[in-house]
């Protein structure tokens, strides 16, 4: 299938086992390259319980993830950003992906999409999705992803609100990069 991007789910650091193992069996059924379990700096997870994850998320990669990666990694939706950084990566002649993370808020309407992110302590103050993320309406943030993809972002990881119907919140960041996505920037490169 057409994807305009890579997907990666950065799971909650405050979940317990078996939330973290249904997001990550959810992200690998639905096509995500990996999921990331957030670490503080020095910390580590117990084998068995990676193992578990990694299992659950096959045949999606399973990364820990301390936060202190910078190079090939913006953290806000800003395609300015995304565009130094490309140039940076190629300068470098380094191989890596460019990777966009960032929160993420879309809801059927604007205002779901603002309950969602008004719900999630995590979106307080410089990790507000409205400021820093992807954030509206499904045809807002598909605007939003066809922008950070013609700035040469190649893998989107995102926080995702903590909420019940987290399959259909995954569900709906998987449709911000197959199907029409992809055929709308190539219609748009074209025309």
Known sequence: MDQLLDLAVML???ADAAERELVARLAGRLGFLAVHVP???GSSLDSEEF???AAAAD???VVIDDGSANVGIVRVNDPQLVRAARTELDSLEDA???IVAVPLSIGRTFNEATARAERDPRFAGDRDPRLVGIFGTFEQAQEQVLELARAGAEVLLVTV???DDIADVLA???ALV???TPALLRAQSNG
Do not use: T
Request: charged share 30%; glycine share 4%; no cysteine.
């Open 39 to 41: 670490m503080a700096p």
């Open 178 to 180: 197959v199907g029409a």
């Open 51 to 53: 193992e578990r994850l």
């Open 59 to 61: 045949p999606a990669m």
């Open 172 to 174: 709906q960041v998987r």
């Open 96 to 98: 890596r992906p460019l």
């Open 161 to 163: 609100p903590h909420e």
């Open 12 to 14: 909650r650091s405050d």
